[in-house]
């Protein structure tokens, strides 16, 4: 059965701390994503990463960055957490056919005081 | 740029009746179509993808959409909603730059009243 895993399902941190989450799939998948889900915006993509070591900015990059040592892992990084980046926060993986299937993880709850 | 717009924010229908969930999207090439269903507490979960193979697309839980290009249209039904069905939906195209991107619409609350 096709897995992503999230390292926290809920975290709370403070203003000015550096934030890590961590994303495991089991499917060998080239892309992963990383998405930010707000009420009333939907899910909007901050980075990918189509291979090891690889990343691309989406539409929302700025105050992240993200790490891709291994091909199962990715991990979004706040380098400085601030109150506007209270959210949901959900990871992605996918095959190399732009038709395949992005798989989700159970997403972690952020909230940033 | 591509654009997905889901029309209305909640949708309440009563248990048995019709589903019926709009997407329209903006593209200038043929997209790839995608409707996801998030439950509670949970991640996005595929309920069906349109590649263009057949215009009415099937999938699980009872679902199916229709493709029409005329109306730029992707619209989610079922014929009778489920308890089990009240979840949030959203629609999805790929991006322009034949990219693997996702751009996702704003999301549909579906509410099932007894």
């Known amino acids: 059965d096709v897995k992503v895993t999230q390292s926290s399902r809920y975290l709370v941190k403070r203003t000015g701390e550096k934030v890590f989450l961590e994303c495991v799939q089991d499917?060998?998948?080239?892309?992963m994503f990383w998405y930010r889900q707000d009420p009333g915006l939907g899910l909007r993509l901050i980075y990918f990463s189509y291979d090891v070591k690889m990343k691309e900015k989406g539409d929302i990059p700025e105050g992240y960055s993200v790490s891709r040592e291994k091909k199962e892992r990715f991990s979004l990084i706040l380098e400085s957490a601030s109150t506007n980046q209270t959210s949901m926060y959900l990871c992605?993986?996918?095959?190399?056919?732009?038709?395949?299937?992005?798989?989700f993880g159970p997403g972690t709850r952020l909230l940033v005081l | 740029a591509q654009s997905v717009t889901q029309l209305g924010s909640h949708v309440s229908v009563s248990e048995g009746a019709l589903v019926l969930l709009r997407c329209n999207y903006s593209s200038s090439v043929p997209p790839y179509l995608f409707w996801y269903v998030q439950y509670p507490n949970q991640g996005l979960q595929l309920l069906l993808k349109?590649?263009?193979?057949?215009?009415l697309v099937k999938g699980i839980n009872g679902f199916e959409a229709e493709f029409k290009k005329s109306e730029t249209s992707f619209h989610l039904t079922k014929p009778s909603a489920h308890m089990s069905d009240a979840a949030e939906y959203f629609c999805?195209?790929?991006?322009?730059?034949?990219?693997?991107?996702?751009?996702f619409g704003s999301g549909t609350r579906l509410l099932v009243r007894p």
């Open positions: 999805a195209v790929t991006g322009m730059d034949s990219s693997y991107k996702l751009i």
């Open positions: 499917m060998d998948h080239e892309n």
């Open positions: 992605a993986s996918g095959g190399i056919v732009q038709l395949e299937t992005q798989y």
């Open positions: 349109y590649t263009s193979a057949a215009t």
